[in-house]
Structure formats: structure tokens, C-alpha cells
């Protein structure tokens, strides 16, 4: 069978950022599966780079009969675009093969797929887009039990993927290419604003220890990996995975670095903290989002301030860079949470520290919470919900040129964001008098204020 697997491409807007461009690893399972069973595989990644393939003829001129768009929320507009369009060419006579659609807005927003889809698959595809092309399955919706085995997966199409025009460098390792990879699915634990659980589920499958180092052997042969960025919720869920992972990397000797993204709770182990910097781990990426234990607790996290600090403090003594990854704006967040967050994140010094405005995706019990209780000021076109102030929030955390704003124009606010502004009205009086400092006066006296007066140059 022909088969193309496709993405959509990013909004102009989006309140999610949508400019790291990797590989897509869930497509990419796909295309090894559909290889392996000696299908051919056209893959166009409509997010990396917008395409006119649909209006090209693609589909016709090598006779598509599948086609499988990966869906998510953010990029929904430009999913139901190619979906309608493809449908119009098949309404025609044009082309006659089958639409599949997967990814994760299937599992949160189902009802939002049009009926003329012919299958949507909710979570895990690879058995379950092989049951569609062998036509082993009649439903329509079609959701398979997980596997249990993830070692039989294939290696990602790591061929077809470094000729794409991929970032393979990772901003807190200083050393390239940087190759990704997702190793485990699913997450046991319940956070408010996520909705990974109900993607995934809370059951934890993953790949082994040995075969992670398999395909890292893979890389360092065929396109000389330097390093390894796993983008995954969880990498450390697993103790006796990491360590057998560790010990694996150090008796082969593989000289290899990595990061990984993880919670705080599993880093508050020296042995294991210590073991994976033996191991080359060189930073991690952590969900701190709060340095507010009420915060925390609203965001059913189940972790403590206290094991923020833990974690932060044995990386750093083990030269582990971390990235902490915040979110503000949550309903009930108060200008003194924010300020506590602040105060943390300036007191243990982390290598770099990012906030997150909070948009309810949809799905998340946040989501569910803001739109029972009638919080939300603004909901968009693919349902995200927006809280009063969202706007304030973006421009002080993100900068106002950020393309985080929607096409909307808030009119509430809360306390908290009337705080904010008035640190954005003074931090925008600085950096006029400086500007007007610096055309005004002669360099010689500039050179000479700097240090003293704020953003000069
Ligand atoms: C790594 C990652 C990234 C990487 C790589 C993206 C990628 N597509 O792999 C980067 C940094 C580029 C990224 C960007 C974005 N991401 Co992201 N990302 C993840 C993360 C942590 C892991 C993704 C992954 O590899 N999963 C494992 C693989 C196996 O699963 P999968 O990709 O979903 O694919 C499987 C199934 O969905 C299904 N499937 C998927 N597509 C198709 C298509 C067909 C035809 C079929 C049959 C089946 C099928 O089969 C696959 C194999 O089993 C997830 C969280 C998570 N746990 O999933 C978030 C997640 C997917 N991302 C999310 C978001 C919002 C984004 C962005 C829109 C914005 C952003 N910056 O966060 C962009 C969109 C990029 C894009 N077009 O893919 C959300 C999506 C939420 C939603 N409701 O849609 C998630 C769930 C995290 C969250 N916030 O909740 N992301």
C-alpha cells in the first residue's frame, strides 16, 4: 500500500510556543511499522514547513491509498483545513483513498473530527493503523489496549529524518548534533493542568535500558551523535531503568551526552543523581511550576517545595544544568505566589528558568474546573479557554512581539495582573529614558553611565 503520513502546520498565533522544530517521534514509530511491513512511506511535515501538497496533486500523481494526519490541539485549524480540502478532491473524483486521523486531539476533542473522516485511532497507533491498511478492523473510532512490549518498536527513521531540516542542537548542551528520542509513555501521576493522562492514560510503558543504548550505538555510527535530548514527560520515572540505563552508557563507554525532561521527586536520590552525571547527563528539564506550595498543591503536582530545592541543590553539586519549567496565571494564583515562585527560583539559581501563562487545553481537570465555573474569559476556535488577564500575563512574561496573544481583547483583569502592570509601565519608563538617554547625550558620557542607568544599550 501507498501510504502518506503528514502534519499540520502552526498557527501565525498560538498561545503555545511553535517554533521548535524536531522530529516528530510518534510519526516517526509509524513510518518504521509501516517499512518494517514493507509498505511504502511518503512523509510530509507540514509543521517543520507549510506544503501545497494537497493542490500539487501529491495524493494522485503516487497513487496515495491512505493518508495519516497527526492531530494536536494547537494545530487544529490547519488539520481540519487539509481534512476538508482532501475531502473536496475525493468529493470530485479526484482521488479515492482512505483519511486516518491520530495524535492527541483525538483522545481530548473526538467530537471536533468531521464524520467524513474514515478512521480516527485515539492513543498508541502502530497496531492499530496495521489493523486499518489489512483491513482487519470495521469501527470507525478505533482505540487499542497499549502494548506492553515496547522493545519491538523499530528504530526511528533516523534516514529519512536527517535530511529534513530538523533543530538537532539543544540550547542547554553545548555540544552537537543532538539527537531526540521519546522512550516512555503514559504517566502515573495527575497533574490539574495536564492532559497527557487522558492521552495516554496513567499506565507507564517504556523502552529498555538496553534498547535505548542500542539505537544511541545506531546513531553514534551513522550520523556521529553527540548527544541525547529525551522528550518525554517522565525520564526518570523508572529507577532501575536509569540506573541500568547509566551503568549501560559507562561499561560501553559510549562518551555520549544527555538531558532529559523529569520531575523533582525522582532527583532527590544523590546516588542516582550522581550516577547519571557519571553517566554524561548534562541537564534536565524540570516541572517546578510553582515555587507556591498552595500552587502546588491546587496543580495536584504531589511534590513539596522543599524537594524543588532538593533536586536543584544535587544537580547543581553535580553539574547538572537545570531548566525549570514554571507556569503562572492558574486560577487562584495570586500576585504573592508569583512572587514566592520568584523568590525560589532567584535563591537556588537554576541555569535558566521559564514561565508558562496558563491555557486550559482541553481535556486537563483544569480545563474542566475553569469552564464549570464559568473562570474562563475567552474560549478560541479549537477550544482552548483563556483566563481574564491572559493578555497582561503574555506581554509581561513573554514580551509583547512574542505571538502569544489571540485575536481577542481582554477586558477583565485581577489583582494580581494590575501588579503586573504596573511593573510593566515602570520597566517600559526605564528603557524610554535610556533610549532617550542614549540619543540624546554624546557616547563618551553614555560609556560612562553604563552600569549605572538600566538597559542602555
Ligand atoms: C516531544 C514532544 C514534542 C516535541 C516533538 C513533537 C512530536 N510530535 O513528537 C516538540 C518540541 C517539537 C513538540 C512540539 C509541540 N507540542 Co508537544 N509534546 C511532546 C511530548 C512530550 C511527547 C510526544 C511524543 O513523542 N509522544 C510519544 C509518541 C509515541 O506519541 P505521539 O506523538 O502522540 O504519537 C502516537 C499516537 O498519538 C498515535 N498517532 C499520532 N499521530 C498519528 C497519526 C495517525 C494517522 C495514526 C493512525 C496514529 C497517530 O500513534 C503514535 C505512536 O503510538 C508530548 C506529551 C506526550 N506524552 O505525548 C507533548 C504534546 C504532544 N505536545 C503538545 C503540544 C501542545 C505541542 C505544540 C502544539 C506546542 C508546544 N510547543 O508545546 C507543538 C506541536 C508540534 C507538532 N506538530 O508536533 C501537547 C498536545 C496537546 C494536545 N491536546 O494536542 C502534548 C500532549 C503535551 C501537553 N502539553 O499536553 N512537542
Redesign the pocket.
Known amino acids: 500500500m501507498n501510504i502518506l503520513?503528514t502534519?499540520?502546520a502552526?498557527p501565525k498565533i498560538s498561545p503555545?510556543?511553535?517554533t521548535?522544530?524536531?522530529?516528530?517521534?510518534?510519526?516517526g514509530?509509524?513510518i518504521s511499522v509501516l517499512r518494517k511491513e514493507k509498505h511504502k512511506v511518503f512523509f510530509i511535515d507540514n509543521?517543520l514547513e507549510p506544503s501545497n501538497f494537497i493542490e500539487e496533486g501529491f495524493l494522485q500523481d503516487n497513487n496515495i491509498d491512505f493518508v495519516?494526519?497527526?492531530?494536536?490541539?494547537?494545530?487544529y485549524r490547519d488539520t481540519l483545513r487539509m481534512l476538508i480540502e482532501i475531502n473536496n478532491i475525493r468529493e470530485k473524483n479526484l482521488w479515492n483513498g482512505k483519511i486516518?486521523?491520530?495524535?492527541?486531539?483525538t483522545s481530548?476533542a473526538l467530537d471536533s473530527i468531521p464524520l467524513f473522516v474514515d478512521y480516527v485511532?485515539q492513543?498508541?497507533?502502530?497496531k492499530?493503523?496495521l489493523d486499518?491498511i489489512d483491513r482487519k478492523t470495521n469501527e470507525r473510532i478505533v482505540k487499542r489496549e497499549r502494548m506492553s512490549n515496547l522493545d519491538d518498536l523499530p528504530f526511528q527513521p533516523w534516514d529519512i529524518f536527517t535530511k529534513m531540516g530538523y533543530d538537532y542542537s539543544c540550547e542547554w548542551l553545548d555540544i552537537r548534533p543532538v539527537f531526540?528520542m521519546?522512550t516512555s509513555?503514559g504517566?502515573p501521576f495527575n497533574c490539574s493542568f495536564?492532559?497527557?493522562d487522558s492521552?495516554?492514560g496513567r499506565r507507564y510503558t517504556y523502552l529498555s535500558a538496553k534498547r535505548i543504548i542500542s539505537e544511541i550505538e545506531y546513531l553514534i555510527e551513522n550520523y556521529s551523535a553527540k548527544a541525547i535530548y529525551f522528550?518525554?514527560?517522565n525520564f526518570t520515572l523508572n529507577k532501575n531503568r536509569v540506573l541500568a540505563f547509566c551503568e549501560g552508557l559507562i561499561s560501553k563507554e559510549l562518551n555520549i551526552q544527555w538531558a532529559c525532561?523529569t520531575r523533582v521527586d525522582s532527583l532527590c536520590d544523590e546516588e542516582l543523581v550522581k550516577l547519571m552525571s557519571v553517566a554524561g547527563c548534562r541537564a534536565v528539564y524540570l516541572g517546578v511550576e510553582s515555587g507556591s506550595q498552595r500552587i502546588l498543591d491546587i496543580l495536584n503536582k504531589q511534590i513539596t517545595v522543599e524537594q524543588i530545592e532538593k533536586a536543584i541543590r544535587l544537580c547543581k553539586k553535580y553539574h547538572i544544568r537545570c531548566y525549570c519549567s514554571l507556569i503562572t496565571g492558574v486560577p487562584g494564583e495570586t500576585y504573592e505566589d508569583y512572587l514566592s515562585t520568584r523568590k525560589l527560583m532567584r535563591r537556588l539559581k537554576p541555569y535558566a528558568v521559564s514561565f508558562n501563562v496558563f491555557v486550559g487545553?482541553?481535556n486537563s481537570q483544569l480545563y474542566r474546573y475553569v469552564l464549570d465555573s464559568r473562570l474562563y474569559e475567552h474560549i478560541d476556535d479549537v477550544g482552548l479557554v483563556y483566563l481574564p488577564g491572559y493578555d497582561t500575563k503574555t506581554k509581561y512574561f513573554y514580551g509583547k512581539d512574542s505571538g502569544c496573544f489571540v485575536d481577542y481583547k481582554f477586558k477583565r483583569q485581577t489583582k494580581f495582573d494590575k501588579q503586573l502592570l504596573k511593573h510593566l509601565n515602570v520597566r517600559m519608563l526605564n528603557r524610554a529614558i535610556a533610549n532617550l538617554v542614549r540619543t540624546v547625550l554624546p557616547r563618551r558620557i553614555v560609556d560612562g553611565l553604563r552600569g549605572w542607568i538600566g538597559p542602555i544599550s
Open positions: 503520513l502534519t499540520s502552526a503555545f510556543f511553535t521548535e522544530k524536531r522530529p516528530p517521534l510518534g510519526v514509530f509509524l509543521y495519516g494526519i497527526y492531530a494536536n490541539t494547537i494545530c486516518i486521523v491520530g495524535g492527541p486531539h481530548v485511532v492513543g498508541e497507533g502502530e492499530t493503523l486499518i531526540t521519546n509513555r504517566c495536564c492532559s497527557v492521552i495516554w522528550r518525554e514527560d525532561e487545553i482541553p
